[in-house]
């Protein structure tokens, strides 16, 4: 790298790497050794970045609350609605269900502390807390469409780093998970929206996936036994959508 740095932010867009924070210097990194100087932000330790269609969002450090829309075309920031609660060495995670999440802290304060940011209409919503505490954590969408939050630092009994990992997100069993074409499969899940109306799709919602089935969830948010076909066409996955959280779970079903 042409400038060390510490407590930085790093995203994937445009197939180049983004580097924010620690110093004033924006970086972009491109294989096998294209380092570029992409412009200046305020000196900020500690920010969050996460991409959201074609924008990166940096968000918060130095305990603030900022948020900012950055153009990697045109190298330049659109400030954006503040988030609720300061924070510095939060994570930010650009989810399925459209929304970036602004996850933990450094410190007691901010250490179970989530936040989801919606880009379309620039508003922040507090969402369920972490059961424990998650302080300088690691977190990611994994491939169930669900997001996890890994290990991080516990604030409540002693300053000690823990193997904790938390999962937010529902969860959907097929059953069977495989065979040909015209197969009617039983579908039963976990940790929706509590009753609402849930859809079922054949391949992404988001990228033209049509509905082979609807439901509902029960009071606990589990979602009963709903019975699809598998498709004459298309490979999926299946997705099953709540209509209050819209956090699509995902299946694979695999075709024999």
């Not at 069977?176 to 499969?185: D, E, F, H, L, N």
């Not at 929706?192 to 049509?210: C, I, L, M």
């Not at 019975?227 to 209050?244: C, E, H, R, S, W």
């Amino acid at each position: 790298m042409p400038v060390s740095r510490r407590y930085a932010a790093v995203v994937g867009a445009d197939n180049r790497v983004w580097f924010f924070g620690d110093i004033t210097q924006i970086e972009s990194y491109a294989p096998p050794a294209d380092w570029r100087n992409e412009g200046q932000m305020p000196m900020r330790q500690g920010v969050a970045a996460a991409l959201s269609g074609n924008t990166i969002y940096v968000m918060t450090g130095e305990g603030g609350t900022t948020n900012d829309a950055f153009n990697t075309t045109t190298k330049t920031f659109t400030p954006k609605r503040a988030s609720t609660t300061g924070r510095t060495d939060a994570k930010a995670v650009a989810a399925p269900d459209g929304r970036i999440y602004l996850i933990a802290g450094n410190n007691a304060g901010t250490a179970r502390l989530v936040e989801a940011y919606t880009p379309a209409t620039d508003t922040w919503t507090n969402v369920a807390t972490l059961q424990g505490d998650h302080g300088n954590t690691a977190a990611v969408i994994g491939p169930d469409n669900r997001l996890y939050v890994i290990s991080g630092e516990n604030f409540s009994g002693g300053d000690l780093y823990l193997p904790r990992v938390e999962i937010y997100g529902p969860s959907i069993n097929l059953n069977p998970a495989s065979g040909p074409r015209g197969t009617r499969i039983i579908v039963t899940g976990g940790n929706f929206a509590s009753q609402t109306a849930v859809k079922v799709y054949w391949g992404d919602p988001k990228a033209g996936g049509v509905v082979i089935g609807t439901g509902a969830t029960a009071l606990s948010g589990n979602l009963p036994m709903i019975m699809v076909n598998i498709p004459a066409t298309g490979t999926g996955p299946l997705f099953v959508v709540d209509a209050k959280s819209e956090y699509p779970a995902k299946g694979v079903f695999t075709i024999q």
